[in-house]
Nanobody, 121 residues
Framework: QAQLVESGGGLVQAGGSLRLSCAAS????????MGWYRRAPGRQRELVAT???????NYADSVKGRFSISRDNAKNTVYLQMNSLKPEDTAVYYC???????????????WGQGTQVTVSS
């Protein structure tokens, strides 16, 4: 069974930092493109950052220069380092993956359960 499990969310003051982790299981991680999305109260889910299998990264304009996405294929884990946090970064952050599941040849999309990040002013 493919699964993504996020951790690292919490409450932080504006200007602070947090690092989110997403551990993947059941998928061939090194062949999966990974990403982070977020949904703030009353807003639609939005892309935060992505990292492709080759390491190419992409960021939403709102987080460029403050957030950094990385991956450790040996640990089947993707990270989101968030610095200089702002109250508007408050949201539930979701890990996303697109890749092949072990035992199957097809590519599927996977989502974690989400982790709350709250930034106080």
């Amino acid at each position: 069974q493919a699964q993504l499990v996020e951790s690292g969310g919490g409450l932080v003051q504006a200007g602070g930092s947090l690092r989110l982790s997403c551990a993947a299981s059941g998928i061939i991680f090194s062949f999966a493109n990974m990403g982070w999305y977020r949904r703030a109260p009353g807003r639609q889910r939005e892309l935060v950052a992505t990292i492709l299998t080759g390491g190419t990264t992409n960021y939403a304009d709102s987080v460029k220069g403050r957030f950094s996405i990385s991956r450790d294929n040996a640990k089947n884990t993707v990270y989101l380092q968030m610095n200089s946090l702002k109250p508007e970064d408050t949201a539930v952050y979701y890990c996303n993956g697109y890749g092949p599941r072990y035992g199957l040849g097809s590519f599927d999309t996977y989502w974690g359960q989400g982790t709350q990040v709250t930034v106080s002013s």
